[in-house]
């Protein structure tokens, strides 16, 4: 896990940090800020705002109407005020997010229009829960890495025998040496634990769209 961290993850990063809160095992929550995300990862960015737009589009009947002066065929014909975005890994353009997130579903509820200087905002809530886990059932590239990391949830009792502290520096070679099975030691790590990632709800500005015509 060292080398994965250091070959991976930016020093002092959010993956670094919700890396060492599992390792650290205490279990809590760990807040982030959806917002701060959006801003810092376009792809994430992206796919919200397309999927909010999509979904807010109004939708047309058979002969091509507006459904929204149309009559109403179904109560699915009104666009939806709201709705969950899938965020696959794939997506994110942030790989310090990426790797500390994982993939995400994030909830928005829609609240209203506002004009900003001639372009039409939609003011939306977003926010989302997630599982910090590592699933090492997943077949890819770096599974060992996975397994390894959710194998840390089960450690294994280290126990070893002590040299006298005199033969160090005797020239000694360590066969030579025989332990003092007298003064066994044994080293219990702390598991680590999968915990909660929550993102409270925050209002964002998503421009709008117009639909293709």
């Known amino acids: 896990m060292t080398l994965a961290k250091a070959r991976t993850m930016d020093k002092g990063g959010r993956a670094e940090q919700f890396l060492n809160h599992y390792l650290a095992g ?21 796919r919200i705002f ?7 589009a109004p939708l047309k009947n058979s002969k091509g ?4 002066t149309a009559p109403i065929l179904s109560p699915s ?7 969950i975005v899938d965020i696959p890994q794939t997506n994110f353009r942030n790989h310090d997010w990426q790797f500390a997130t994982g993939s995400l579903n994030v909830n928005w509820q829609f609240i209203e229009e506002i004009n900003r200087n001639g372009v039409i905002m939609m003011k939306v809530e977003v926010w989302t829960t997630n599982i910090y886990r ?10 060992c890495v996975h397994e390894a990391a959710a194998n840390l949830q089960h450690p294994k009792q280290e126990s070893y025998f002590p040299i006298d502290d005199r033969i160090h520096g005797s020239g000694m070679l360590p066969g030579m040496v025989t332990p003092n099975y007298s ?29 293709p015509r």
């Open 26 to 46: 205490s279990g809590e929550p760990i807040h982030f800020s959806l917002r701060t995300l959006m801003e810092e990862d376009p792809g994430v960015r992206a």
């Open 50 to 56: 397309g999927a909010v737009n999509a979904a807010r």
């Open 65 to 68: 109407e507006n459904s929204r």
């Open 77 to 83: 014909s009104h666009p939806a005020s709201s709705g």
């Open 134 to 143: 590592w699933h090492p059932e997943d077949d890819r590239r770096t599974q």
């Open 183 to 211: 003064k066994k030691k044994t080293t219990n790590y702390k598991p680590a634990k999968d915990f909660l990632m929550v993102a409270k709800p925050e209002a964002v500005l998503i421009p709008k769209v117009a639909p």
